[in-house]
């Protein structure tokens, strides 16, 4: 069965699909790698459009220069923090209430589920929101990048489903044994649902990394400043950044490879999407099963 | 409370479990409180600014030495000409984009179908590894990547198009007006649609496979295959997610849209909620407040409606 000979429609099908597929993978990929051969090639052919291939004339200056910056630093260490911190305090409430959530037994269960849930399809709006951050002094703080993201609906409906699927008998046998609430999370949930957690903590962990419109809103002062705001103001920026980095003299470039607008634009650029290729391909096996099983249900 | 426990569970020793159950009712209550109270506090306690859209509110001055206006803001957007056509310019942007979004939103059952049709396994991951990558970026890194390869100066699209002859020299892409809502679709599916897929792929690998089998036998073609077994498979998994967006029509964000703006698109560019940041950020609090006002109403309205709709087809409730 397996080895029929393909018909000429089939064959002119597959080379179609083949096709299609290989141009958008393509489309997909070669943004970033464009990026890349630019930021290591002489910023004087990358300026000329003159690389689009393959890289010429490799150097790293670019880089060097660009992470000197002053404040690129601090930003990098404030957006590592919230990514850490915040998606660790996501995960781990997600996983606990969304735990909870199929407890029939807690009182107004349901009520406490739906209004949860509701929220991702309203919000108050922007000046609400703003007045009432300001009015809890979450303005220029730190935690305002943290606890906003302590509920997310969307991980609480995975978490839950994904739970419910699990046999009530092995937690009823625990139960037996004597294992509270606690020890059951512990020992039962969070091991058998590490595929969702998994996936939740990449869902959060570039949440956080990417979140841009915080920052815009809430923070003045340079030292909240993330490394995703920082990129969007370069991005307007970037003609008198270059002159600076041209102009310090600890950085005095050789006057081939100057600095220019865009060579900084694209530093910056890859600088913020490095750390996600990279951890990208380790998490990547878990969505699939992560998703199939959490969100389909609803 | 109230029912027998009796009648609940008649279970070996009632009168126990039954006391069981009542402490265990409040106690994981409590276990859940604190999250309750980050869920009012972020989310249902900023709806108490909704009354600023009461007020003739001036950020700096506090809200009990400003003047109550009642209804005024709400009535400017119907009885001033010039506010009701920019409300309904906005509107118009933002239907269309969420439309063309529903109408598109076929594409990640095409492409799942697709992918599972290619014979070679590599291939298949291959490509579904690199095609959600863009999934992972944010809007501002999009423009960053857009920025350059489209720009006019540098940008190797716009070379290469120019090479060929397809535009003129110059042409600036980013800063065009026209086919704005087309390209905002394009880079929409570009960033979301090898992730949208991962659902339907997961849908289809839960498909029986002795169905395929038993169709097989009677002598099926690849095409009778994915009519008859794959998409009536698919289509549950698509409709709830139809219908989930259906609640978010008028809700479709603004961070594509506030990285994509510029003065030269701004116009058909604007959807609701980049309108109401921008009017926000011309200080003008009070109007902003009830036009988000107004959208997180006919949200909640859609979203009922869409609930409603899923009970009737598929006697199931979203939320």
Not at chain 1, 69 to 90: K, P
Not at chain 2, 33 to 60: H, Q
Not at chain 2, 298 to 309: E, K
Request: glycine share 6%; net charge positive.
């Amino acid at each position: 069965m397996r080895k029929k000979k393909l018909t000429a429609g089939e064959l002119i099908f597959q080379i179609m699909i083949y096709t299609l597929f290989g141009l958008f993978t393509l489309s997909c990929i070669y943004p970033f790698y464009y990026l890349f051969i630019n930021t290591i090639s002489s910023n004087d052919l990358s300026a000329a459009g003159d690389i689009k291939f393959y890289p010429r004339q490799i150097h790293f200056d670019n880089y060097s220069k660009v992470l000197r910056i002053s404040g690129l630093g601090h930003a990098a260490t404030v957006s590592v923090y919230r990514t850490v911190v915040g998606t660790l305090l996501t995960v781990g409430s997600s996983a606990f209430l969304g735990y909870l959530f199929t407890k029939k037994e807690m009182w107004g269960r349901s009520i406490w589920y739906r209004s949860v849930v509701v929220t991702m399809y309203f919000s108050a709006g922007l000046i609400p929101w703003y007045i009432t951050m300001h009015n809890l002094h979450l303005t220029n703080n730190y935690l305002a990048y943290i606890l906003p993201t302590i509920i997310t609906p969307f991980n609480i409906i995975l978490v839950k489903t994904f739970v419910e699927a699990i046999p009530p008998s092995l937690e009823e046998s625990a139960s037996m044994d004597g294992a509270g609430y606690m020890r059951v999370f512990w020992s039962i949930i969070v091991p058998l649902t590490t595929p969702i957690l998994a996936t939740i903590t990449i869902f959060s962990a570039v949440n956080q990394w990417n979140s841009f419109i915080d920052t815009a809103f809430l923070m003045t002062d340079t030292k909240y400043f993330t490394l995703q705001f920082l990129l969007w103001r370069y991005l307007n920026e970037s003609s008198s950044l270059a002159a600076l980095i041209r102009n310090s003299p600890d950085m005095a470039a050789s006057v081939a490879n100057m600095q220019t607008p865009t060579s900084v634009r694209m530093t910056v650029t890859m600088i913020v999407v490095l750390p996600i290729l990279i951890v990208y391909p380790f998490f990547q096996r878990f969505f699939v099963k992560g998703i199939m099983i959490g969100a389909v249900k609803g | 409370m109230g029912v027998p426990a009796g009648e609940l569970l008649p279970s070996v020793d009632p009168v126990h479990r039954s006391r069981w159950k009542m402490k265990n009712k409040h106690k994981l209550f409590f276990m859940a409180f604190p999250f309750l109270v980050v869920t009012f506090i972020f989310y249902y306690l900023p709806i108490s600014g909704w009354i600023y859209a009461f007020y003739d509110f001036i950020p700096g001055i506090p809200l009990s030495d400003t003047p109550y206006v009642g209804l005024k803001w709400f009535k400017t957007i119907v009885s001033n000409p010039t506010q009701t056509a920019e409300v309904l310019r906005v509107l118009k942007n933002t239907l269309a984009m969420s439309s063309l979004g529903l109408i598109t939103s076929i594409f990640p059952v095409i492409f799942a179908i697709m992918l599972t049709e290619i014979k070679s396994g590599w291939y298949r991951k291959l490509v579904q590894t690199l095609t959600t990558i863009p999934n992972f970026i944010s809007w501002i890194l999009v423009y960053a990547l857009a920025f350059s390869l489209f720009s006019v100066d540098n940008g190797v699209i716009t070379h290469i198009l120019v090479q060929l002859g397809v535009v003129d020299e110059g042409y600036n892409f980013l800063a065009s007006s026209s086919n704005i809502w087309v390209t905002m679709i394009v880079w929409y599916w570009w960033k979301s649609l090898g992730w949208g897929a991962i659902l339907y792929l997961a849908a289809i690998a839960g498909i029986d496979q002795e169905l395929y089998e038993a169709v097989e036998v009677d002598g099926a073609s690849r095409f009778r295959k994915i009519w008859h077994i794959t998409i009536p498979g698919l289509i549950p998994t698509f409709f709830v997610l139809l219908l989930l967006s259906i609640g978010n029509l008028v809700n479709n964000g603004m961070e594509q849209y506030f990285a994509f703006q510029n003065a030269m698109n701004k116009d058909s560019i604007e959807v609701l909620d980049l309108y109401v940041y921008n009017i926000a950020f011309a200080n003008n609090f009070p109007f902003a407040t009830a036009v988000s006002m107004l959208k997180s109403v006919v949200s909640v309205i859609l979203l009922f409606a869409a609930n409603t709709l899923s009970k009737m087809v598929r006697d199931e409730s979203i939320i």
